[in-house]
C-alpha cells in the first residue's frame, strides 16, 4: 500500500507563486509516474502535470508555461512549483502515483487565488 502526504497549499495573490510538495510512503516500484490533477468546484478533476521515474513530464495546457513539475525519487517526492498563479488556478490539488496496476491518490490540498 501506498500514502500520499501533500503540503504547501494555501492562499495567494494572483500573480504570485506556491510550491507544492508530495510525498509518498510505503511499498514503492522503481518505475512509476508521480503528479498534480486539481478539481475546481463543479469542475472535472484534470491534469496539471505529471513526471515519470525517469524525468518525462506532461502538462495541462492551461499551465504550460507557468508551472513546473519536479521529483527526488531518493525521497518520493514530487515538486510543483506554480508562478503566475491566476484566480481560474483555484481548485484542490490532488497528488498522484501511478504504478502498472495501481494508482493512489493524496487526500488534497487547496489552493486559493484572490484576484
Known amino acids: 500500500q501506498v500514502q500520499l502526504v501533500e503540503s504547501g497549499g494555501g492562499v495567494v495573490p494572483a500573480g504570485g507563486s506556491l510550491r507544492l510538495s508530495c510525498t509518498a510512503s510505503g511499498t514503492i516500484f522503481s518505475f512509476n509516474t508521480m503528479g498534480w490533477y486539481r478539481q475546481a468546484p463543479g469542475k472535472q478533476r484534470e491534469l496539471v502535470a505529471v513526471i515519470s521515474s525517469v524525468g518525462f513530464t506532461t502538462y495541462g495546457d492551461s499551465v504550460k508555461g507557468r508551472f513546473s513539475i519536479s521529483r527526488d525519487n531518493a525521497k518520493n517526492t514530487v515538486y510543483l512549483q506554480m508562478n503566475s498563479l491566476k484566480p481560474e488556478d483555484t481548485a484542490v490539488y490532488f497528488c498522484?502515483?501511478?504504478?502498472?496496476?495501481?494508482?493512489?491518490w493524496g487526500q488534497g490540498t487547496q489552493v486559493t487565488v484572490s484576484s
Open positions: 498522484t502515483l501511478s504504478e502498472i496496476k495501481s494508482d493512489y
